[in-house]
């Protein structure tokens, strides 16, 4: 079964500096990977997806995603953090039966002034 | 426009009581889904629907059911509810197409005592 590993459960950043989080899926053929993020209270809103095509995708809130299926990857980066991007971050596959999104258990963002 | 839209977005029930949360959509996607978030790990798939009039289950289907009379609404019920229940609810909705994203709703608060 399609699934994926998020390895950090809480990673803290200080506003400016870059920021990196990873995920690994587990899939035989090509995966269908999004990132969601999602803020205290709120749903979860689509940053990015890939398929095919281009490894390095571009999302949105300045948000971009390498994958690399020779280490069953799909990092998610951003070059300089914001307050504001302090939230819940989760990485999912898509599934064959009905399309359900197969998510890991999320990385939560702090961001230190 | 509303998008996805649940109510209700709090609720305190007691064991033993039943409930239905309704998530309506004005986006005429076909693909309707319930997940559950608790925290640690992550949101896991309860039931969906590919269309009007159908249903299937997902990870988490017990204790659960769901229909889907009309394409705009996706219906979850609790038919007893249980502590183990208290959880925090999400509905998405779907473009037919695995490399469609999905939609959120802002999610329906459940505590069970």
């Known amino acids: 079964a399609q699934s994926v590993t998020q390895p950090d459960i809480h990673i803290t950043v200080s506003e400016g500096a870059s920021l990196e989080l990873r995920c690994n899926y587990s899939?035989?053929?090509?995966?269908?990977l999004f990132w969601y993020v999602q803020s205290p209270g709120q749903g979860l809103q689509l940053l990015l997806k890939?398929?095919?095509?281009?490894?390095l995708v571009q999302g949105i809130k300045g948000f971009e995603a390498e994958f690399k299926r020779s280490q069953s990857s799909f990092n998610l980066r951003k070059p300089s953090v914001h307050w504001s991007d302090a939230a819940e971050y989760f990485c999912a596959v898509g599934a064959v039966a009905g399309y359900a999104l197969n998510f890991g258990k999320g990385t939560s963002l702090l961001v230190t002034p | 426009n509303a998008g996805v839209t649940q109510t209700p977005k709090f609720r305190v029930l007691k064991t033993g009581q039943s409930m239905t949360l309704l998530c309506a959509q004005d986006m005429n996607h076909e693909y309707m889904y319930w997940y559950r978030q608790d925290p640690g790990m992550g949101l896991r798939l309860i039931h969906y629907?590919?269309?009007?009039?159908?249903?299937a289950k997902g990870e988490v289907p017990d204790g659960y059911n769901v229909s889907r009379l009309k394409k705009q609404n996706f219906l979850l019920g609790l038919e007893s509810a249980a502590p183990s229940q208290t959880s925090v609810y999400f509905c998405a909705t779907a473009e037919q197409g695995r490399n469609q994203p999905q939609h959120f709703g802002d999610g329906t608060r459940l505590s069970i005592l």
């Open positions: 890939y398929f095919s095509g281009d490894t």
């Open positions: 629907s590919v269309g009007e009039g159908t249903t």
């Open positions: 899939y035989g053929a090509t995966p269908y």
